[in-house]
């Protein structure tokens, strides 16, 4: 894929496990990036040696810092969101956070002119039913779609790669569990999407001005149930595993059960096990007919991510494969 572009792009959530693959994709077709980081050190940590890039310091939750962020940028990508929390209290308030720091982006980009924006948000139906995590995505989206840049919506399902949370769970669940007394989410289904495919569609929206200003599920090519999703990756390490589904694990006690078995910080955890019980599938595909591209398989998908945490620390990828180790040893 070819990517062109003249001016330099705003990256935020750089740090992160979308955002940081991102940032490779990007420099990768030698366009300028400015990275706005709440932490430059752990972004320099995770820098390829090759790699030059601006990094601004500035924490999206205050109005003040982000003065000249967006200067002399026309394209700045959203890759942010508040869960992972380190304390109960600030797990009970990531919604809000999340509408603050989108406010106080999208007030900082009318001022500087940006003309579009880029955001990579969740899928599921809109609608009273739906998870305090998937409807807070869908708030960020209306409130990035409200200023004066023509916001272009990704609503992505589970991105699977090794270090972000969809897989990292899975992985914990299912190599340390032999019998997995399952609750009944494990039957609802998802159309997980691989982190190569999910990276290469947020650069073709750069590159594909059609898909500015509007809104777009992503999917990868397989829809699965969590137990068949579980079941592919036991025939893929050659484990033997057993799954009861019990009817009796409500959301609350399914998320004790998750924090316990995976290092997965609770911030992250419980709003996206509270999420499970909606189906995160593509109501619509005409993002594949403009930026088309040979989607992974699930099972591929999963040998990748393996294969990333095999090699273990010294490249980002793999590094972030280790972080949330890192993150839990911390608290
Ligand atoms: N991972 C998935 O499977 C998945 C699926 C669908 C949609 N998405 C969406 O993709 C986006 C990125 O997700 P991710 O998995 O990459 O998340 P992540 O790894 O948790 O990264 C979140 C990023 O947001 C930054 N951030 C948080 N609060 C901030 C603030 N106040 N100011 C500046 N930066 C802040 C974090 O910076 P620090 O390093 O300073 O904490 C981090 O870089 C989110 O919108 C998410 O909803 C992800």
């Not at 792009?9 to 420099?27: D, I, S, Y």
């Not at 752990?42 to 500035?58: A, D, H, K, S």
């Not at 409807?135 to 004066?148: N, T, Y």
């Not at 090794?162 to 669940?173: D, I, K, Q, T």
């Amino acid at each position: 894929m070819t990517v062109e572009m003249n001016g330099k792009v705003l990256l935020t959530g750089a740090t992160g496990f979308v955002g940081g693959r991102l940032l490779h994709a990007l420099t990768g077709h030698g366009i300028d990036v400015r990275c706005l980081v709440r932490s430059p050190d752990r972004l320099r940590n995770q820098l390829f040696p090759e790699e030059e890039v601006e990094i601004f310091q500035g924490d999206l939750l205050k109005d003040e810092n982000l003065d000249g962020v967006l200067e002399g940028i026309e394209v700045a990508y959203y890759m942010v969101h508040s869960m992972g929390g380190r304390t109960i209290g600030e797990n009970k308030v990531f919604a809000e956070r999340d509408r603050i720091a989108a406010e106080n982006f999208i007030r900082a980009a009318d001022k500087a002119g940006v003309s579009r924006v880029i955001y990579l948000g969740g899928l599921g139906e809109t609608g009273d039913q739906l998870s305090k995590h998937l409807a807070s995505r869908q708030e960020v989206a209306q409130i990035l779609s409200s200023g004066s840049a023509q916001t272009t919506e990704l609503r992505a399902p589970n991105i699977m790669g090794a270090g972000g949370a969809p897989f990292e769970m899975l992985r914990y669940l299912v190599e340390r569990l032999p019998v997995m007394v399952c609750p009944r989410w494990i039957e609802t289904r998802c159309q997980p999407i691989d982190i190569r495919d999910m990276v290469n569609y947020l650069l073709g929206c750069l590159r594909e001005p059609a898909t500015a200003g509007l809104s777009f599920d992503v999917g990868g090519p397989d829809i699965v149930t969590y137990r068949e999703m579980m079941e592919i990756y036991t025939k893929v390490r050659s484990l033997k595993r057993l799954i009861i589904t019990v009817p009796v694990l409500t959301p609350r006690l399914s998320t004790y059960w998750v924090n316990l078995v995976t290092p997965v910080p609770s911030g992250v955890v419980n709003p996206l096990v509270e999420g499970l019980r909606n189906e995160v599938i593509c109501r619509e595909n005409r993002i594949r007919e403009l930026i088309p591209m040979q989607l992974m398989p699930l099972e591929q998908s999963i040998c990748n991510a393996l294969k990333e945490v095999e090699k273990g620390p010294g490249k980002l990828v793999s590094q972030q494969a280790c972080f949330f180790q890192d993150r839990k040893s911390n608290t």
